[in-house]
């Protein structure tokens, strides 16, 4: 029988493209989407849609029963850079919106979940080359505390309530068909809109920060491989690792440059530098790779070409 899934937060940068990939998968019919409010109105109109506030639990509740829902995506959150901004709300939707769903899960009201955790878990105490899977997690924002805390739930659901619940660490998502969302990473998304507006671009990070990224195919592909996994196979109900690429502000102006030869990025670091310099220049996904043979596909050269490609065929259409 084919799962019936509920995705909080379809509105977002990954929850919309997971939303339609799913729904190729399985079926329009068996994907309800949902956010607390109708702004993507593509989104909106192209299947079954609720409006759902992530922290109220008996409007969750309510959704799964009507829809008869087994399995659950938690996509919303308040991303690193906003979550600074208002450190209380942050802590109150990323944390609230969990517990709804892992309690719903606890009282066998739904079957699986799917929670997103973050490289932003780690922190300035954390080896910053080839972070492992298991290592010292000292967040230093909002989000990245609501994630470790998360994360420690979630185990702890499993080992003491058999809830089925499963996770990955993103790294930096580049996406062409969704803009950013107050994320430190978002520079790597930005650029590419300004280079082709503009042909210049100015960035929030230094020249040489290294950050793990990964492009949006490869994102909701591990997604989705993870909740298609067997249990039995899974090693981790905390969060797994999940690598693609790491690049610098430098490397990716570089390889915009051999597209649009006048492309020119300048540098003003903001608060979202010292976000940075806490995290892990790249990951060690090992452990995910061996557990439900994960592997990435898109290299930078190939995001690249894929973000020019694509915007610039939204710009001209």
């Given at each position: 029988?084919?799962?019936?899934?509920?995705?909080?937060?379809?509105?977002?940068?990954?929850?919309?493209?997971?939303?339609?990939?799913?729904?190729?998968?399985?079926?329009?019919?068996?994907?309800?989407?949902?956010?607390?409010?109708?702004?993507?109105?593509?989104?909106?109109?192209?299947?079954?849609?609720?409006?759902?506030?992530?922290?109220?639990?008996?409007?969750?509740?309510?959704?799964?029963?009507?829809?008869?829902?087994?399995?659950?995506?938690?996509?919303?959150?308040?991303?690193?850079?906003?979550?600074?901004?208002?450190p209380e709300a942050a802590w109150d939707l990323n944390m609230t919106s969990l517990f709804n769903v892992l309690n719903l899960a606890k009282e066998k009201i739904i079957k699986k979940v799917f929670w997103p955790?973050?490289?932003?878990?780690?922190?300035?105490?954390?080896?910053?080359?080839?972070?492992?899977?298991?290592?010292?997690?000292?967040?230093?924002?909002?989000?990245?505390?609501?994630?470790?805390?998360?994360?420690?739930?979630?185990?702890?659901?499993?080992?003491?309530?058999?809830?089925?619940?499963?996770?990955?660490?993103?790294?930096?998502?580049?996406?062409?068909?969704?803009?950013?969302?107050?994320?430190?990473?978002?520079?790597?998304?930005?650029?590419?809109?300004?280079?082709?507006?503009?042909?210049?671009?100015?960035?929030?990070?230094?020249?040489?920060?290294?950050?793990?990224?990964?492009?949006?195919?490869?994102?909701?592909?591990?997604?989705?491989?993870?909740?298609?996994?067997?249990?039995?196979?899974?090693?981790?109900?905390?969060?797994?690792?999940?690598?693609?690429?790491?690049?610098?502000?430098?490397?990716?102006?570089?390889?915009?440059?051999?597209?649009?030869?006048?492309?020119?990025?300048?540098?003003?670091?903001?608060?979202?530098?010292?976000?940075?310099?806490?995290?892990?220049k790249s990951i060690n996904d090992s452990v995910a790779r061996k557990d439900w043979g994960w592997e990435h596909n898109f290299d930078l050269e190939q995001i690249t070409n894929e973000m020019l490609t694509q915007l610039i065929k939204t710009v001209t259409s």
């Amino acid at each position: 029988m084919t799962s019936k899934v509920l995705i909080i937060g379809a509105g977002g940068q990954i929850g919309s493209e997971l939303t339609y990939t799913l729904r190729q998968k399985i079926g329009v019919d068996n994907v309800i989407a949902s956010d607390i409010n109708k702004n993507n109105l593509e989104l909106v109109n192209s299947g079954a849609f609720e409006l759902i506030d992530a922290k109220d639990f008996d409007a969750i509740k309510n959704c799964v029963e009507k829809h008869n829902i087994d399995t659950v995506y938690l996509m919303a959150a308040m991303l690193s850079a906003t979550g600074e901004k208002y450190p209380e709300a942050a802590w109150d939707l990323n944390m609230t919106s969990l517990f709804n769903v892992l309690n719903l899960a606890k009282e066998k009201i739904i079957k699986k979940v799917f929670w997103p955790s973050s490289i932003a878990v780690f922190g300035p105490t954390t080896p910053k080359t080839n972070t492992p899977q298991h290592t010292i997690m000292e967040p230093t924002t909002v989000y990245g505390i609501t994630k470790q805390v998360g994360e420690r739930w979630c185990e702890y659901y499993h080992k003491n309530y058999n809830v089925d619940v499963r996770s990955v660490r993103y790294p930096g998502i580049i996406s062409w068909k969704t803009l950013p969302g107050g994320g430190t990473t978002d520079y790597a998304i930005d650029i590419f809109h300004q280079a082709i507006a503009n042909k210049t671009y100015e960035c929030f990070i230094n020249a040489d920060t290294e950050l793990p990224m990964m492009f949006m195919d490869d994102a909701v592909r591990a997604t989705i491989d993870l909740m298609e996994a067997k249990g039995d196979d899974l090693s981790i109900r905390s969060s797994y690792n999940l690598a693609g690429i790491s690049f610098t502000p430098t490397e990716i102006a570089q390889t915009i440059k051999t597209h649009i030869s006048e492309f020119q990025i300048t540098y003003k670091p903001d608060f979202r530098q010292q976000i940075a310099d806490t995290w892990p220049k790249s990951i060690n996904d090992s452990v995910a790779r061996k557990d439900w043979g994960w592997e990435h596909n898109f290299d930078l050269e190939q995001i690249t070409n894929e973000m020019l490609t694509q915007l610039i065929k939204t710009v001209t259409s």
